[in-house]
C-alpha cells in the first residue's frame, strides 16, 4: 500500500484550495511454497512429519490432506500453523499410511499445493509357515513353502542345516506373490535335515523353520500277543515305540489315541483288536 499527499489550488479566488490524501491498493500476493515438503521413508510403528513454508498476503488457510481425502488434527494426526510453516505429524504410522501427502494454501488471491510421499516400511512376517514336520520317501519331490508380508522389497535365503543353499538342477527357489518355495527333486538320505526360510529387508528380518526326514524304504510293524491274556491280541507297546522312535518324533496325539483304543477294546471283550488304521493315519509312509 502507497500514501501520497496532494494539494490543488484554482485560479479563481473565489473557489477553495483542495488538499487530500491517495492511496494505491497493491494487489495481494497468492500463496507460493517456497520450501516443499520431502518424501520419507518410515518404519512401522514410527511418527512421520512434513513440513512446509508459504509466503502470501495474510490470512492464508491450510489444508492437508492423503490420496485427496482431507485430514483434520486429531487422532493419529497432528497439524499446525505457525509463522507461514505449516507441519503434519502421524503420530504412528502403519501399514494404511503409506500414500500421497498434499498440503494446499489459499487466501483471497489465490492458492498454491506442494506434495510428498510417505512409505511405510513394514518388516517380513510370517502369515503362513511350512509344516514343522515333513516325512518324505527317498525319490519324491520335496516342497516347502511360507507365505510372507512386509515391505519394501523382501528379499528370501533359504538354509539347510544352518548352511545356506544355493539354486541347482535338484533345488529350486522362487519367491513369487508373497509366496517363497523351496522344491528338492529326487530326494535322498542327504536332504534329510533342519531347514530354515530366512526373509530380510532394510524395515527387519524373520525367519521359520522345518524338519525333514527321507525314509528309503517302508517299514512294518509287528504284532505280538501279550503273555498271558487270552481275551486279546495286541501290538506289544515297547516294539510298537521302538519302530515309532525309528521314523521320527512320536506325537502324544497319537499314544492317546493308541492308550484310547487299547482301553476301548478291552472294555468291549473282543477278543481281537487292532490299532494299525491309527498308525497309519499318523505316520503314512509306514507300511503295515
Known amino acids: ?45 514410527e511418527s512421520a512429519d512434513f513440513e512446509c513454508h508459504v509466503t502470501g498476503a495474510q490470512p492464508i488457510h491450510i489444508t492437508w490432506s492423503k490420496d485427496g481425502r482431507e485430514i483434520r488434527t486429531g487422532g493419529n494426526f497432528n497439524i499446525t500453523f505457525t509463522a507461514n510453516t505449516a507441519h503434519l505429524r502421524v503420530l ?14 489459499s487466501n483471497e488471491a489465490g492458492k498454491d499445493f506442494c506434495s510428498a510421499q510417505l512409505s511405510v516400511k513394514e518388516p517380513p512376517k510370517f502369515i503362513k509357515k511350512p509344516e514343522a514336520l515333513r516325512f518324505v520317501k527317498q525319490g519324491d519331490t520335496v516342497q516347502l513353502e511360507c507365505k510372507i508380508s512386509g515391505t ?18 535338484r533345488l529350486h527357489m522362487s519367491f513369487v506373490d508373497s509366496v517363497a518355495t523351496l522344491t528338492i527333486l529326487g530326494a535322498s538320505a542327504a536332504d534329510a535335515g533342519d531347514y530354515i526360510c530366512e526373509a530380510h529387508n532394510s524395515a527387519g528380518t524373520a525367519s521359520c ?10 517299514m512294518a510293524l509287528h504284532s505280538t500277543r501279550i503273555p498271558g491274556c487270552h481275551a486279546c491280541s495286541w501290538l506289544h507297546i515297547p516294539l510298537l515305540l ?47
Open 1 to 45: 500500500m502507497l500514501n501520497c499527499f496532494f494539494s490543488c489550488k484554482t485560479i479563481n479566488k473565489l473557489l477553495p484550495t483542495l488538499h487530500g490524501f491517495l492511496v494505491f491498493l497493491e494487489p495481494k500476493q497468492a500463496p507460493v511454497f517456497d520450501i516443499k515438503p520431502e518424501s520419507i521413508d518410515v518404519p512401522f510403528g
Open 92 to 105: 504412528r504410522v502403519g501399514k494404511g499410511d503409506s500414500g500421497q501427502y498434499t498440503c494446499q494454501a
Open 152 to 169: 519394501p522389497e523382501i528379499r528370501i535365503v533359504w538354509y539347510k542345516n544352518e548352511q545356506a543353499l544355493q539354486a541347482s538342477d
Open 209 to 218: 523353520s522345518t524338519s525333514v526326514t527321507v525314509k528309503g524304504q517302508h
Open 242 to 288: 521302538q519302530q515309532l522312535l525309528a521314523a521320527g518324533p512320536v506325537s502324544l496325539q497319537l499314544l492317546l489315541h493308541l492308550s484310547a483304543a487299547v482301553f476301548k477294546q478291552q472294555r468291549s471283550g473282543r477278543k481281537q483288536w487292532w490299532v494299525f488304521s491309527t498308525v497309519q493315519q499318523s505316520f503314512p509312509h509306514l507300511s503295515i
